[in-house]
């Protein structure tokens, strides 16, 4: 089954080690949903999503918000939770389409699609931020994410 939203990875939590998280405050833009990879524009404190060649900020993951249905935009202006990505824990974020199946360890990176990480050619490439923590395949636009 091809995953297209967090849920499709077991349920809708977006940190799943179950080891303490940092979170930082931030609004919605009316585009970000749970799972993107997201930076803070610090005139307005609205999330804008990281995109290499569009948008090099990056501060966090978006974190569900279980007032709103699953796979949809965080209200414009509306407060919600980032939470800061530490070493070795496990996140579900949004990813590119990997057009084939990766295996765990596969290294992953910031990309050009809006608020997704991309995979890597290889470990010791620049900006490698996490590992995939377990496969995906061709058509997953989900993945558990361990990071670096």
């Known amino acids: 089954m091809v995953k297209t939203k967090i849920s499709d990875l077991g349920d809708r939590r977006i940190a799943i080690s179950g080891l303490p998280e940092t979170?930082?405050?931030?609004?919605?833009?009316?585009?970000?949903?749970?799972?993107?990879i997201v930076g803070v524009d610090s005139s307005t404190g609205k999330v804008v999503a990281s995109d290499i060649g569009a948008s090099e900020l990056f501060t966090g993951i978006v974190d569900d918000d279980p007032t709103i249905a699953e796979n949809t935009a965080i209200a414009d202006g509306k407060p919600l939770s980032l939470l800061l990505p530490q070493k070795n824990h496990v996140y579900r974020t949004k990813i590119e389409d990997p057009a084939g199946a990766k295996v765990e360890g596969q290294p992953y990176g910031f990309s050009d699609s809006a608020g997704a990480l991309e995979g890597l050619a290889a470990l010791n490439t620049a900006g490698c931020v996490g590992y995939l923590d377990s496969a995906v395949a061709n058509g997953d636009t989900v993945a558990e994410i361990r990071w670096k």
């Open 23 to 36: 979170r930082k405050p931030a609004l919605g833009n009316g585009t970000a949903k749970p799972g993107d």
